[in-house]
């Protein structure tokens, strides 16, 4: 019955428009909560990409030294280390502080 109370089950007065509503704000908050992880991500990965370039800008001022002393695969290995370092760097804590500021900047934007 409409509006009545019947054995300690609640019916609104609505027709249970109240247990809809409740769906869809609960969607809307898993939906939020998802875009905001998916924020942080980015924000992250732009931080980690961001010490990538400084460490790759870094190596190309220290001298390259006896070219006959290069073994190879050595620049793949760098590469691979800086990137590693990079991500650990950006993971960890509050980084380099640059995915905070850009998360802030981010999760309100201006309309």
């Known amino acids: ?5 019947m054995s300690g089950d609640k019916v609104t007065a609505t027709g249970g428009t109240g ?10 908050t898993r ?3 998802f875009d905001e ?21 870094m190596r190309k001022t220290i001298p390259a030294g006896d070219p006959t002393l290069r073994s190879f695969g ?3 290995y760098t590469m691979m280390f800086d990137q590693k370092i990079a991500e650990e760097l950006s993971g960890k804590g509050k980084g380099l502080g640059l995915k905070a500021l850009l998360y ?8």
């Open 74 to 76: 050595k620049d793949t």
């Open 19 to 28: 247990t809809r509503d409740a769906a869809i704000r609960n969607a809307e």
């Open 104 to 111: 802030e900047q981010l999760k309100n934007p201006v309309k």
């Open 37 to 57: 992880q998916k924020l942080r991500k980015a924000c992250a990965d732009f931080e980690s990409l961001f010490v990538y370039q400084l460490f790759r800008t």
């Open 31 to 33: 939906q939020r909560k």
């Open 1 to 5: 019955m409409k509006g009545s109370k």
